[in-house]
């Protein structure tokens, strides 16, 4: 969910929990000034409250399928022969299979599978809702077979793609405290190693294990060393909701492990707000890798810390203050430096979505020499959530046509994955003409 949607869930829930609040206060009160009046106006403003709740519910009830969008796999219904041109020009000049960096996978109620049960309990209500659209999106109906059904629906998402392609599933390790214990209140959700890399033996020609491995682990060295000894060459960190300080000088031996075993941190950078992490959106700053970068492990920035501003404390004004910029403005000052030329990238998941400014997809796409660093991602489901990519707004800035928006909408109702693939291999600079190499979509030859 975009911020704007965000905003409108928040207000619409503290405004049922104000009234019906102030209702029961209110009552209260009387019921200590005049019992008989107490009795009377209890009757009343109960009703009132009752029917606000339910108003309040009712709203988010109906935004729900606009937010998480409609379960796409239908009963084979073709798409419209301008569509399926869309479709095709998409994936005609692909040279082998296509590769999508950044795919979640999420489930629940086994030792390899957690999701924090704050996020679904009523008790928390704007979490619970984003835990309902999560689910809608991700095509789950029945929570006792959520495991099944997410994994099934991605493969069939991936079964209608017209050409062969892999998927890098995301493992998401638990919240570490410094001292290498688990914090389990302070994780949102939890995808086990072994989850993952099961996933993939079972499935090699469609999906591809990603580890996750906190640095605060006691264990995280060992861990590592053997993981790559199974083949596996990707981590997946999220700074911001893991809790780790990608500048803290203790993880040195770490990044160098990583560098010698040639292995790859698939790194979100930028704000955070799919998961909570405000307590810890510092970690998304760009400028916290150069320690990382500097020793030469490989990184990709998720993202392309698109989202969110950041301190530039590489800069000060006159009174010593560093100034907030955007975030994406440091990854693009980062990957413009020579040295890291060889170990530094980024994805372009979800840079297409609503809350992205209109410099993110032009610098990216007009700059041939950024391109060549650049790696398709989805960061699926979130392609999936009908609110989180606007057509209108991605025509009001010339990246689309008119007609190309109607078509994508199609393509969206019909398989959001390839929606995702298929708008970034359409949009076009207004400014330069240019679109994303198709190399983008392969696997990257210097990872």
């Not at 489930?107 to 209500?125: A, C, I, R, Y």
Request: a neutral charge; one cysteine or more; glycine letters at 4%.
């Amino acid at each position: 969910m975009t911020k704007v949607h965000s905003a409108i869930i928040m207000s619409v829930v503290v405004f049922a929990k104000v009234i019906f609040l102030t209702t029961i206060l209110y009552i209260y009160v009387l019921s200590l000034i005049d019992k008989i009046y107490w009795v009377k106006t209890m009757k009343k403003f109960s009703i009132i409250s009752f029917g606000i709740v339910i108003f309040a519910c009712v709203t988010l009830f109906l935004l729900l399928p606009i937010l998480g969008g409609k379960h796409p796999i239908y009963s084979g219904k073709a798409l419209s022969k301008e569509a399926q041109s869309l479709v095709d020009a998409a994936f005609k000049d692909l040279p082998e299979e296509w590769l999508d960096y950044h795919v979640h996978v999420v489930g629940m109620g086994t030792e390899d599978l957690f999701v924090n049960p704050k996020m679904q309990s009523l008790w928390n209500p704007y979490q619970y809702y984003r835990y309902l659209v999560y689910l809608r999106a991700s095509g789950i109906t029945d929570i006792s077979k959520a495991n099944e059904q997410y994994i099934a629906r991605l493969k069939a998402l991936r079964a209608q793609f017209p050409k062969p392609g892999k998927m890098h599933l995301l493992a998401f390790d638990k919240f570490y405290e410094r001292n290498g214990d688990a914090n389990i209140d302070e994780t949102e959700f939890y995808v086990s190693n072994d989850y993952v890399y099961k996933l993939a033996q079972r499935d090699p020609s469609l999906f591809v294990p990603v580890i996750s491995v906190h640095p605060y682990r006691k264990d995280a060295l060992e861990a590592i060393k053997a993981w790559h000894q199974k083949g596996v060459r990707f981590i997946k960190w999220l700074p911001n909701a893991m809790g780790m300080d990608p500048m803290d000088e203790n993880l040195e031996a770490f990044y160098r492990l990583v560098k010698d075993l040639d292995m790859v941190i698939l790194t979100h950078v930028g704000e955070e707000i799919a998961v909570d992490a405000e307590a810890h959106q510092a970690y998304g700053n760009p400028l916290r890798w150069r320690n990382a970068l500097s020793i030469g492990t490989k990184v990709i920035f998720a993202h392309a810390g698109s989202l969110g501003t950041c301190e530039d404390f590489e800069s000060r004004d006159s009174s010593g203050v560093s100034p907030e910029v955007d975030c994406f403005d440091l990854t693009v000052r980062l990957l413009k430096e020579d040295k890291y030329r060889n170990n530094l990238f980024a994805d372009i998941s979800s840079i297409t979505s609503f809350n992205r400014k209109e410099k993110v997809i032009e610098t990216l796409v007009s700059g041939e020499d950024l391109q060549t660093r650049l790696v398709n991602g989805s960061d699926y489901p979130i392609p999936a959530i009908n609110a989180m990519v606007s057509t209108y707004q991605l025509v009001s800035r010339g990246f689309i046509s008119q007609e190309q928006a109607k078509y994508l909408k199609e393509i969206y109702y019909y398989n959001p994955l390839i929606f995702d693939f298929v708008l970034k291999r359409t949009l076009s600079s207004p400014q330069s003409a240019k679109n994303f190499d198709v190399k983008i979509f392969l696997n990257h030859e210097a990872l």
